[in-house]
T-cell receptor
Framework: SQQGEEDPQALSIQEGENATMNCSYK?????LQWYRQNSGRGLVHLIL?????REKHSGRLRVTLDTSKKSSSLLITASRAADTASYFC?????????????FGIGTKLQVIP | SQTIHQWPATLVQPVGSPLSLECTVE??????LYWYRQAAGRGLQLLFY??????ISSEVPQNLSASRPQDRQFILSSKKLLLSDSGFYLC????????????FGSGTRLTVV
């Protein structure tokens, strides 16, 4: 079953605007990860935030995590046409010795030049 | 540096034919290996994962099987393909999903006709 659920499922913005995507999950986690997938390609890992962290930055990416609400957000600032892709959140389990993550269905982002 | 290779990139197979998709990882040892399937416009479904040679865990009962004959080699197989096996197959590895994200291969687009 899918653990993470991204919202919105699709997002269209103008180049230069900020894009915010949200992810909700159901059970306790060890970490939460965000990935990008360009059409027809494999996924690329963007950022991992641990359950004891609240915010993390990487370049134009900002990820927040609220474990009390079981939710995370990915903010892409000053978007570019090259940011057009699908973005997935994935949750890492909070159980030892069982290493897998569960992916959501993704947010499809279109950045219009 | 670590790299992951997945082939073939595309495959068209008739119903009832066998399948063998191969994935290899370079530059690391004892990786955790994963096979995911992605239906069009959907999220990723975990099919199999392996934490060591000969150790395979199946997530979804189905027409597919996986093997890990060598430390850095992961093979997805089927004896007789079904139409429902069509999809985008992705191999991935991680050293430790508690602390690191997944690195994905470029994927195999399988069409069963």
């Amino acid at each position: 079953s899918q653990q993470g659920e991204e919202d919105p499922q699709a997002l269209s913005i103008q180049e230069g605007e900020n894009a915010t995507m949200n992810c909700s999950y159901k059970t306790s986690i060890n970490n939460l990860q965000w990935y990008r997938q360009n059409s027809g390609r494999g996924l690329v890992h963007l950022i991992l935030i641990r359950s004891n962290e609240r915010e993390k930055h990487s370049g134009r990416l900002r990820v927040t995590l609220d474990t009390s609400k079981k939710s995370s957000s990915l903010l892409i600032t000053a978007s570019r046409a090259a940011d057009t892709a699908s973005y997935f959140c994935a949750t890492g389990p909070n159980s030892g010795g069982y290493q897998k993550v569960t992916f959501g269905i993704g947010t499809k982002l279109q950045v219009i030049p | 540096s670590q790299t992951i290779h997945q082939w073939p990139a595309t495959l068209v197979q008739p119903v009832g034919s066998p399948l063998s998709l191969e994935c290899t990882v370079e530059g690391t040892s004892n990786p955790n290996l994963y096979w995911y399937r992605q239906a069009a416009g959907r999220g990723l479904q975990l099919l199999f994962y392996s934490v060591g040679i000969g150790q395979i865990s199946s997530e979804v009962p189905q027409n597919l099987s996986a093997s890990r004959p060598q430390d850095r080699q992961f093979i997805l197989s089927s004896k007789k393909l079904l139409l429902s096996d069509s999809g985008f197959y992705l191999c991935a590895w991680t050293a430790d999903s508690s602390n690191y994200g997944y690195t994905f291969g470029s994927g195999t687009r399988l069409t069963v006709v």
